[in-house]
């Protein structure tokens, strides 16, 4: 029931799509424990211990959305599925024009470490979060979002 699940814990009550902003969506915070993350998800869950202090968590069957842990608080979240858009409303799929649109003067691009395309980073007003959307130079194909540095963290806890 859980891919079911993790559904209903991204629906706001009147049935529209959450959206994730630098404090997190739904009944996912960023900070809360790995516990917490595991009762809000739900039963289903992959837990992966990749590094010491650092944990990925993702809906078993489903790597849509992964949940990076680090020393026991949440310090982003992955998203690689248009369903679950920004604040913004910028999702998976959205071009790199829409992003420059929606955060306009706020946008810090680097070129892609290991394929053609970009990291197009926006970071929150106090400088301790950022969303960072990876582009083939075209398409958004995910975006991370959280606190720092580990929102930057290109390959996650590896």
């Known amino acids: 029931m859980l891919s079911g699940g993790l559904w209903l814990s ?8 959450e ?17 917490e993350l595991l009762v809000a998800l739900g039963e289903h869950t992959t837990v992966e211990n990749i590094e010491r202090g650092c ?3 993702y809906v078993t ?10 020393d026991d608080a949440l310090a982003r979240v992955e998203v690689r599925t ?3 858009p920004t604040l913004s409303g910028i999702k998976v799929g959205d071009t790199e024009r829409d992003i420059f649109v929606a955060y306009a003067g706020r946008v ?12 197009l980073a926006v970071y929150s007003t106090d400088r301790r979060s950022a ?8 398409r958004i194909r995910s975006f991370r979002i959280g606190r720092l540095p580990e929102a930057l963290h290109v390959e996650g806890c590896s």
Not at 61 to 70: K, L, Q, R
Not at 131 to 136: E, K
Request: charged share 15%; no cysteine.
């Open 82 to 84: 248009p369903s679950l």
């Open 61 to 70: 069957g489903s790597a849509d959305v992964v949940y990076m842990v680090i």
């Open 10 to 17: 991204t629906q706001a009550s009147a049935g529209t799509p």
């Open 19 to 35: 959206r994730i902003g630098f404090s997190g969506f739904g009944t996912i915070r960023m900070g809360m424990s790995l516990w």
């Open 131 to 138: 969303v960072v959307f990876d582009t083939d130079g075209n």
């Open 55 to 57: 944990t990925s968590v």
């Open 108 to 119: 810090v691009v680097s070129d892609h470490e290991y394929q053609e395309g970009h990291y």
